[in-house]
């Protein structure tokens, strides 16, 4: 079974523009969640989607939007890039197995605005 | 809200030893799981361990061991005869049973010596 895919692995942008990351969950998972990572916050939440709908969203600017396919594959975006928007953006996906089903991460892509 | 904290950003353990990485946690309710994610330098999420809060029985996984202390809202994770292979970054990570949301504590970096 693939694991969760995220392309892609790398990316740099310049201040301003506008990014677009992609993931693809395990199949058969219809969650999708995304997280920013940056050293010393660790992991911060940004959205969950749950069958093309936005279930949960933490506490990020408007800048940050995403949107789920039919085929569960997710897509996250950023416009107006800051230099603070340099991470590690996580993406990870849970099946319908319970409450308590881990979480399966994807490797991330590391966004650096510059 | 819940808050999950780390307070050892770094830690070392020489090869077959044992050692300890810290939790503890802060929620109001009483339904949720915790988990233990490890993240190597291929930074891909790894889930070592999960505990259910309603069990008070302690989770295992091989060389990896849980101490819930659920008054306490502590949950430490002991890794027995490491191996350098457990050299990664581990992150403590809370979810309700209510929500979708994963919270994360900021990371222990752990070094295995050889």
């Known amino acids: 079974k693939a694991g969760v895919t995220q392309t892609p692995r790398y990316l740099i942008k310049t201040r301003g523009q506008q990014v677009t990351l992609s993931c693809s969950p395990i199949?058969?998972?219809?969650?999708v969640s995304w997280y920013q990572q940056t050293p010393g916050q660790g992991l911060q939440f940004l959205f969950e989607y749950f069958s093309e709908t936005q279930r949960n969203k933490g506490n990020f600017p408007g800048r940050f939007s995403g949107r789920q396919f039919s085929n569960s594959r997710s897509e996250m975006n950023v416009s107006t890039l800051e230099l603070g928007d340099s991470a590690l953006y996580l993406c990870?996906?849970?099946?319908?197995?319970?409450?308590?089903?881990?979480?399966?991460f994807g490797q991330g892509t590391r966004l650096t605005v510059v | 809200a819940q808050t999950v904290t780390q307070s050892q950003p770094e830690m070392s353990v020489q090869e077959a030893e044992t050692v300890t990485l810290s939790c503890t946690y802060d929620t109001s309710e009483s339904n949720y799981y915790l988990f233990w994610y490890k993240q190597p330098p291929s930074r891909q999420m790894i889930l070592v361990i999960r505990q259910e809060a309603y069990k008070q029985q302690n989770a295992t996984e091989n060389r990896f061991s849980v101490n819930f202390q659920k008054a306490a809202k502590s949950f430490s994770l002991k890794i027995s005869d490491s191996q350098l292979g457990d050299t990664a970054m581990y992150f403590c990570a809370f979810k309700s049973n209510t929500g979708n949301q994963f919270y994360f504590g900021t990371g222990t970096s752990l070094t295995v010596i050889p």
């Open positions: 990870a996906s849970r099946g319908d197995l319970g409450v308590g089903t881990e979480a399966f």
């Open positions: 199949s058969g998972h219809r969650s």
